[in-house]
């Protein structure tokens, strides 16, 4: 079984704004959970011991649709002494059953294409979410209906939304769905985004236009290879910073507890 790798990344922001900068998200997607592993184990108490504002969940907490009682039972199991710490938000995606919305609702602050209102230490930020069940499914225009000019984080299972956004203010997008190519070759990187994206933007920090986006390469598999070479699942802890800091990626935690670990060649601030 592969290790769990912790990134840290720092994000510019060039939005001048105290409740932004400073802000501290835990982003984790694709668990596709069928039993509890040590790596879910390690995963939980990564989730607990790290600060964050809050906790992001992009979406395929199943493995399959039909087995999402199970992975209802696995999630909660996961990330309820999470969320007795600090906000856990989540999205649906391809590989989930609307069921599972209410599962898991007890739980998790379930965002389907709906936003809410998170106050940070400096003030409030907008955390939208899209529900994305398939491709092309969702509604991005109710899930960031309320213009008041706040901030604004945009959970999306498929990192291609952000081509969607069609000029609507989304300073942060997190996104999975592409496992990071789930097999990356050396020197090629990602051969198969699995999304209407550059296969250069299937992992890691990009940006499009305005928008920061973060593409995690997630916890579990999916076919058609059920396995990660040069790939390995991950958490990653993102800072906002304002768009002068050139502070390094990585602040050295992971190395301490990942000394092996492989990191992305390409990682770099947005």
């Known amino acids: 079984m592969p290790e769990l790798v912790v990134r840290h990344l720092d994000v510019p922001s060039p939005r001048a704004s105290r409740a932004l900068h400073g802000l501290r998200i835990a982003h984790v997607s694709d668990l596709h959970l069928s039993r509890w592993t040590p790596m879910v184990e390690e995963l939980q108490r990564l989730l607990i011991a790290r600060p964050a504002d809050f906790v992001a969940v992009t979406g395929d907490f199943c493995r399959v649709p039909r087995d999402y009682r199970r992975a209802a039972a696995l999630t909660t199991r996961l990330l309820a002494p999470v969320a007795a710490r600090r906000p856990v938000y989540a999205v649906l995606g391809n590989h989930d059953h609307e069921c599972l919305r209410d ?129 390995p699942p991950e958490v990653t802890f993102l800072r906002i910073v304002p768009p002068e800091s050139t502070a390094a990626a990585h602040d050295g935690t992971g190395d301490v507890e990942n000394p092996n670990r492989r990191v992305d060649p390409r990682r770099r601030s947005a």
């Open 103 to 231: 599962a898991l609702a007890p739980v998790l602050t379930m965002l389907p294409d709906r936003s809410t209102v998170h106050r940070t230490h400096g003030g409030r930020i907008r955390i939208g979410g899209v529900e994305q069940l398939r491709p092309g499914a969702g509604d991005i225009q109710a899930a960031l209906a309320d213009d008041d000019d706040l901030p604004t984080v945009l959970l999306a299972h498929y990192p291609s939304t952000v081509y969607a956004l069609a000029g609507r203010r989304v300073d942060i997008q997190l996104s999975g769905h592409t496992h990071g190519g789930q097999v990356r070759l050396p020197r090629l990187g990602c051969i198969w985004s699995n999304d209407r994206l550059p296969a250069r933007c299937a992992w890691g920090l990009t940006r499009v236009g305005r928008t920061a986006l973060h593409v995690s390469a997630g916890i579990g598999v999916s076919p058609p290879i059920r396995i990660r070479w040069n790939c």
